[in-house]
């Protein structure tokens, strides 16, 4: 089974990041995975999360969204989470502001696996306790290890 620690890294774990707007944090994510992640183009990244936004928000509730989408030219999932400085709205069904962002990227041909870490991400920020810990995270290296904490059961 695919586990989030083997997809996150700490250079994807970023604390204090500029919000503005959606657009504005999903274009960054797109340019922060295309410089950490060889083929893939940050353009291409970009409009692959806006497409999939137009379908519904991937806010989540709880001031969380889990930006996701299928990508032609990624061979294996990537994954990033972000805690922004100031929430932003993100269209989310509970209509809160969005401060932390779990992104998932995986193959086109996407199987049931992807659907697994999806389902992890989701049950995992639902629990109060861990987004209280993710959201406390002074440092990428903190909120990194907040999530493989978590996924280890600590």
Not at 29 to 58: C, H
Not at 83 to 98: R, S, T, Y
Request: contains cysteine; charged residues 20%.
């Amino acid at each position: 089974m695919i586990r989030l620690e083997n997809i996150l890294t700490p250079g994807r774990s970023l604390v204090n990041v500029p919000g503005g707007s959606k657009k504005a944090v999903l274009q960054n994510i797109a340019n922060m995975i295309s410089k950490q992640v060889p083929g893939l183009d940050e353009q291409v990244v970009f409009e692959s999360f806006i497409a999939r936004e137009k379908l519904g928000s991937t806010g989540f509730g709880n001031g969380i969204a889990i930006p996701h989408c299928r990508l032609k030219g990624c061979s294996t999932p990537v994954s990033a989470v972000l805690h922004l400085e100031k929430p932003i709205d993100f269209d989310a069904i509970d209509g809160a502001p969005v401060d932390l962002l779990f992104v998932l990227l995986v193959p086109e041909a996407a199987t049931d696996a992807h659907l697994e870490l999806l389902r992890q991400i989701a049950s995992m920020l639902d629990q109060a306790e861990v987004r209280k810990r993710l959201r406390g995270a002074k440092t990428a290296e903190e909120l990194y290890n907040v999530v493989i904490d978590v996924q280890n059961g600590h």
